[in-house]
């Protein structure tokens, strides 16, 4: 489960695929998150280098973490450019999706200090579902590569990107650890396959695919969704999400009915009690063995 909190005039620090985040981006802790953030977090800071900016030392390292740095990427038709975080981990450690459920840490991006910079898209490649003694987690196991498409305020100007990220890594244990990443992206660059494969790997867009209903409960909503995809193979799950809402989602209780994939959740806001939805926010994630779809506001 997570709880989604936002700050007044900051935008979501998790958007999904194909939104835009201006400059700054800050988001929700799950209580796990909340509880981590209170401790001393291990900063690395990082230099923007090709391939892969490496910490500023070895010693630097936070348990956990392999390495990490932005890769630079290339330039796209339309004057953007295509850059990539990339995180590697140690064997069987793991880092959180933009919504880590209650188990995980939400990641936060701040790009207030960078120079140049109209907006960032990120592009988020599908996660995996972990469930431990009955908490369950989204993210990534060893490695995560994501892709981050950088509008520059002035196409005739090079980007000065500067960063503060903050992350959760778990293993038996979990650590918050801060980033620091900066450097200038200008020029065409040349195309990355490990940035393509992580873009390839994002979940397939299903517009229009599912219709939702909400029904009152005692501190909240009730949401049902319908939702018309393919079988994804395994145990389907799916993760709904209310980008820039100050409202936690329970976990989904799915299942296939009548060839519909079938999710329910519960919504309560901070005042618990029901609340008026705008179905056009709703994000809906399906996971699958053999793959994923990702649907953009549900009709009602």
């Not at 990339?86 to 933009?98: A, H, I, N, Q, V």
């Not at 389907?236 to 329910?264: F, M, N």
Request: proline share 10%; aromatic share 4%.
């Amino acid at each position: 489960m997570s709880r989604t909190t936002s700050e007044s005039r900051r935008l979501p620090v998790f958007p999904p695929a194909g939104r835009r985040v201006r400059c700054i981006a800050s988001g929700s802790r799950s209580r796990l998150g909340v509880l981590l953030g209170v401790l001393r977090q291990p900063v690395l800071a990082l230099a923007l280098l090709a391939p892969l900016a490496p910490a500023a030392g070895a010693g630097e390292l936070a348990p956990g973490l392999d390495g990490a740095g932005l890769r630079p990427g290339w330039q796209t038709p339309d004057g953007a450019h295509m850059a990539a975080l990339d995180l590697r981990l140690e064997p069987g450690w793991k880092t959180y999706w933009r919504a880590p459920g209650d188990a995980g840490v939400p990641p936060r991006f701040d790009f207030s200090g960078s120079r140049n910079l109209g907006a960032v898209r990120f592009h988020w490649p599908t996660p995996q579902v972990f469930d431990l003694n009955g908490m369950r987690s989204i993210g990534y196991k060893d490695a995560l590569v994501l892709p981050l498409e950088i509008t520059p305020r002035d196409p005739a100007r090079p980007v000065h990107l500067s960063a503060k990220i903050e992350i959760g890594l778990c293993n038996h244990i979990c650590m918050p650890v801060a980033l620091t990443l900066s450097g200038d992206l200008d020029g065409k660059g040349t195309p990355d396959p490990a940035i393509r494969a992580a873009l390839g790997a994002t979940p397939r867009p299903a517009p229009g695919a599912a219709r939702c209903d909400v029904s009152p409960i005692r501190d909240g909503l009730r949401l049902r969704a319908e939702i018309t995809a393919p079988n994804l193979g395994g145990n389907e799950v799916t993760l709904v999400e209310l980008p820039g809402a100050d409202i936690w989602v329970s976990e989904t209780r799915t299942r296939r009915e009548k060839g519909h994939l079938v999710s329910e959740a519960d919504l309560v806001p901070p005042e618990a009690q029901p609340f008026a939805l705008d179905r056009s926010r709703v994000v809906l994630t399906v996971l699958g063995r053999t793959g994923a779809v990702e649907i953009a506001g549900c009709k009602g």
